[in-house]
């Protein structure tokens, strides 16, 4: 089992920045890769962003890319997303989800992007940009 506390949420005005952080705790050993996503109401949960938690190798949506950085610490079983330029469209619950897929620690597998794909998931926080 894996354990994933989301923090950093909060209300930012458009143009603004905010980092969430991802604490990771349990089986971390088994973690291939980590991922962010959002969900505004009324719509299905989108992919933000993923990290190959050896490699660090990324992934982004087009939407965000340029704007977001994820990122890892894995001495501290923690990943971040460093959120620039927020939009109004950037506003959402996000959340971390850790896949443990053995296979999918491989280089050459494509990093998940579908929230199948991730086993385990924090409890999201909300994210707000206003204009």
């Known amino acids: 089992q894996v354990q994933l506390v989301e923090s950093g949420g909060g209300l930012v005005q458009a143009g603004g920045s905010l980092r969430l952080s991802c604490s990771a705790s349990?089986?971390?050993?088994?973690?291939?890769?980590m991922g962010w996503f959002r969900q505004a109401p009324g719509k299905e949960r989108e992919f933000v962003a993923a990290?190959?938690?050896?490699?660090?190798?990324?992934s982004y949506v087009d939407s965000v890319e340029g704007r977001f950085i994820i990122s890892r610490d894995n001495a501290k079983s923690t990943v971040y997303l460093q959120m620039n330029s927020l939009k109004p469209e950037d506003t959402a619950v996000y959340y971390c989800?850790?896949?443990?897929?053995?296979?999918?620690?491989?280089?050459?597998?494509?990093?998940?992007?579908?929230?199948?794909?991730?086993?385990?998931w924090g409890q999201g926080t909300q994210v707000t940009a206003s204009s």
């Open positions: 990290i190959r938690w050896t490699r660090g190798t990324t």
């Open positions: 349990g089986r971390t050993f088994s973690i291939a890769n």
């Open positions: 989800a850790a896949d443990t897929t053995t296979i999918r620690r491989a280089a050459w597998t494509d990093l998940p992007r579908l929230p199948h794909e991730y086993q385990y």
